[in-house]
């Protein structure tokens, strides 16, 4: 999967112990998951009369419980909590931008905690919301940094970052909903094998430009193929592998509703939602940064 999140957990995986009962045998309509003999409700006996016709009618009567009455998690849940998380990071990027002032020690202090708070909750099996908080509070700083830098340097970019951001999720969420663009395994894996060359590109890079074997600003990526910035050709690449991300954790949450995990889960969508929405931003940031230097 394209999030560490949704991958490496049974609940959001494409393939799950949840999709068959405790026999191993195949779910049915109105299974529950996690459900055993210590939690199910008693059964009547057969043969054993445990509840009169008038109650078994008034039982037939009543509407079948939904999702909020079970305590699965909804659409619902997962919207509210990704606008939670999306949020907080924004408000604690502007706070950091326009309230407190630019700070290289908040900037980098945001970056390295967003970084292990990020793998905290990526390979944590049950979701915590305080940590998710914590994730979004230091990557809303770092972003508030950062986004200042490029402001400074090109104004009116990170309007038309947010901008292109919020543009390619509608499109993506919009694409997916109307079933034009479907997530499949052989794709999923080429997803995988494509985000961690991108990886060991930009640890490369990065190295190179750490010790000082690459004096451009950008790396690697400000070298040129055909008089075109090879910053371009891999932003472009980079921003498309992030865009088929979001659809791929859309049908992650997607299954979790259908299987109906635990409403707790939904803080978890809201985080992966999040990651990569983040990653989006800085692609397009770094991208139209190049495209303005050019």
């Known amino acids: ?28 309509p109105g299974y529950t998951p996690g459900a055993n003999q210590a939690t199910a409700a008693p059964q009547p ?7 009169s016709a008038e ?64 793998l905290v909750n990526a390979f944590k099996k049950e979701p915590s919301p305080a940590l ?41 969420l919009g694409l997916y909903s109307s079933g034009k663009v479907r997530v499949t395994a052989k794709a999923t894996r080429m997803l995988m094998i494509a985000m961690l060359g991108y990886l060991a590109f930009s640890l490369v890079n990065l190295v190179l430009m750490l010790t000082g074997v690459v004096t451009d600003p950008w790396g690697l990526r400000g070298m040129t193929i055909m008089g075109i910035p090879l910053g371009l050709i891999i932003g472009a690449f980079a921003v498309l592998l992030a865009a088929y991300s979001l659809i791929v954790d859309f ?11 635990p409403e707790k889960y939904s803080w978890a969508a809201g985080f992966g939602i999040a990651v990569t929405l983040v990653w989006l931003y800085l692609e397009f940031l770094r991208l139209l940064a190049i495209l303005r230097n050019d």
């Open 1 to 28: 999967m394209s999030n560490p999140y949704f991958s490496s957990n049974p609940v959001f995986a494409e393939k799950s112990k949840l999709d068959r009962t405790p026999g191993g045998y195949p779910t049915m």
């Open 45 to 51: 006996t057969y043969g054993e009369s445990t509840i």
């Open 55 to 118: 109650e078994l009618e008034h039982a037939y009567q009543q509407p079948a419980a939904g999702p909020m009455e079970t305590g699965r998690m909804t659409y619902d849940d997962a919207v509210m909590k990704t606008g939670i998380v999306v949020g907080t990071i924004i408000l604690a990027a502007a706070i950091h931008w326009l309230v407190i002032g630019p700070s290289m020690a908040l900037t980098f202090g945001g970056l390295l905690v967003g970084l292990v708070l990020g």
């Open 132 to 172: 998710i908080m914590g994730y979004a509070i230091a990557e809303g700083l770092f972003l508030g940094g950062i986004s200042a830098v490029f402001e400074a340097q090109w104004g009116g970019i990170v309007l038309q970052a947010v901008l292109a951001t919020s543009i390619t999720f509608l499109v993506c």
């Open 251 to 261: 049908d992650s949450i997607k299954r979790g509703v259908e299987r109906g995990v």
